[in-house]
């Protein structure tokens, strides 16, 4: 499977092409000139993607841990935090909110599992894999997933730790990546992040 994701101010395109190893690998290359020749249009012009792009909605009130620090956004993002780290020891927390289920709860979770290169669940298996977790902004699932790799190297392994659901017309997303050991020590503290997190 080779997956791409395409987030925009308001909404999030997916590019997903599945077969055989083989045959994948032999249409790698086509797939990524595929992905370079996407282009989002509104109001009948192509969008500049080097003009900054302002979030679609408030961010919502968050207590923000002692020791995160504030870091730049993006158009995704209503809010951004990272934990600084030595040698790349990090991790970077955001806050997104998209319209509607966002595109679903299965969708999602699998994204951030192939993030950490993981393989796909099933919904019912990633169920299994999460809790529930009550906040200000309603009912939402968390989960944990950490490479079985040294994908940040020197034996080094990456982990996410993130929760999602929805609140009315909106999907709130909050996620933390980086360093597995760093991910680890902050869990406590991004759990009362996002239970504390109540409507802007």
């Not at 900054?52 to 993002?77: H, Y």
């Not at 944990?144 to 040294?150: A, K, P």
């Amino acid at each position: 499977m080779l997956v791409a994701q395409l987030p925009t101010a308001l909404e999030t395109w997916f590019f997903k092409m599945t077969g055989s190893p083989a045959a994948v690998a032999a249409q790698r290359d086509a797939f990524m000139a595929l992905l370079g020749s996407v282009a989002i249009v509104a109001g009948g012009a192509h969008e500049d993607a080097a003009a900054p792009v302002a979030p679609q909605v408030a961010a919502p009130k968050l207590e923000v841990p002692e020791g995160w620090e504030e870091a730049e956004g993006s158009a995704m993002r209503v809010a951004s935090f990272r934990v600084p780290g030595e040698d790349g020891r990090g991790a970077d927390i955001s806050v997104v909110s998209l319209k509607g289920d966002g595109g679903g709860l299965e969708p999602n979770l699998n994204l951030w599992r192939t993030q950490v290169q993981l393989r796909d669940l099933t919904d019912e298996e990633l169920r299994a894999e999460s809790v529930a977790l009550k906040s200000g902004l309603g009912d939402l699932t968390l989960v944990h997933f950490e490479s079985t790799d040294d994908l940040l190297g020197e034996g080094r392994k990456a982990a996410i730790l993130g929760a999602m659901g929805q609140s009315g017309e909106r999907t709130w997303f909050f996620k933390m990546s980086g360093d597995l050991g760093v991910v680890a020590a902050e869990k406590a503290k991004f759990i009362r992040f996002v239970e504390t997190a109540t409507p802007p």
